[in-house]
C-alpha cells in the first residue's frame, strides 16, 4: 500500500480519539494503522501518511511490533544489506533498505537505515517523513515531531508532514490545539487532496 495514504487512512476519530492515521512518503507499506522515497521501491517517493493512534506496544491502530518478513522479503533484504556493505554511500540503497524494514515492522532497522542515508541527502522530506513514522512507532514522539518539522521547513508544501504532524499532537501528546494548526496548514496548502479530507474530519472530531 502506498505509504502516502497509509499514514492517511490508519485508524479514523471516534468518540474524540484518533483511531490511527498516519501518511508515509511513497512506498508499498502493508495496510494497518501508521507516513518514504523513490529507490527500488516501485511507489516510494512521497512521503509517508501514518496513522493515528497506535504505537508498537498498545495503542490502536499500530503497526504490529512483530511481523516475520516473508522469504522473498528476507531475500531482498539480504540483497540490499549486500549492496550497502559494498557502498556505504549508496544513498537509495540505504532507503530502500529502511522501506523494507518499514514494511516488515522492524522499526529500529529502519530508523538506522533511514538515518544512513540521511546522513548523505540530509534534507530529503519523505525519507524524514519515513523515519519520523518509525520513530512513532518506537514511542519517540519527541523525535517524529522533530522530523516532521523539518521535512516541512525542507519543502513548505510537503503535506504529508505535515499531516502526520498533526497526528502526534492530537493522538500522542494530547495538544489539540498544535494538531489544529498542521491540520489547518493541511487545508491550505492542499484543500483538495486527500489528507485535506481526512484532516476536516479530524478537526471536527476534535471540535467536539
Not at 115 to 136: C, H, S, Y
Request: charged share 15%.
Amino acid at each position: 500500500m502506498n505509504r502516502n495514504i497509509m499514514f492517511a487512512l490508519v485508524g479514523g476519530m471516534a468518540a474524540g480519539f484518533l483511531a490511527g492515521y498516519f501518511v508515509f512518503s511513497g512506498g508499498s507499506r502493508e495496510a494497518g494503522p501508521v507516513v518514504a522515497a523513490p529507490t527500488a521501491n516501485a511507489n516510494a517517493g512521497a512521503g509517508t501518511v501514518m496513522p493515528a493512534p497506535s504505537l508498537a506496544g498498545g495503542m490502536p491502530g499500530a503497526m504490529p511490533a512483530t511481523a516475520l518478513p516473508s522469504a522473498e522479503a528476507q531475500a531482498r533484504i539480504a540483497r540490499i544489506e549486500a549492496a550497502v556493505l559494498a557502498d556505504p554511500k549508496n544513498h537509495d540503497a540505504w532507503v530502500a533498505l529502511g522501506n523494507e524494514y518499514f514494511d516488515s515492522h522492524q522499526f529500529k532497522k529502519s530508523v538506522d537505515a533511514y538515518g544512513k542515508a540521511l546522513a548523505i541527502k540530509p534534507e530529503d522530506p519523505n525519507v524524514l517523513t519515513d523515519q519520523g513514522v518509525m520513530f512513532r512507532q518506537l514511542g519517540q514522539f519527541d523525535k517524529a515531531i522533530a522530523n516532521f518539522q523539518k521535512a516541512n521547513k525542507v519543502q513548505p508544501t510537503h503535506v504529508q508532514s505535515l499531516f502526520n504532524l498533526g497526528v502526534v499532537y492530537a493522538s500522542d501528546l494530547n495538544k489539540p490545539d498544535e494538531a489544529a494548526k498542521a491540520w489547518n496548514k493541511v487545508l491550505t496548502i492542499a484543500p483538495t487532496s486527500d489528507q485535506a479530507a481526512q484532516a476536516r474530519q479530524m478537526l471536527s472530531q476534535l471540535k467536539k
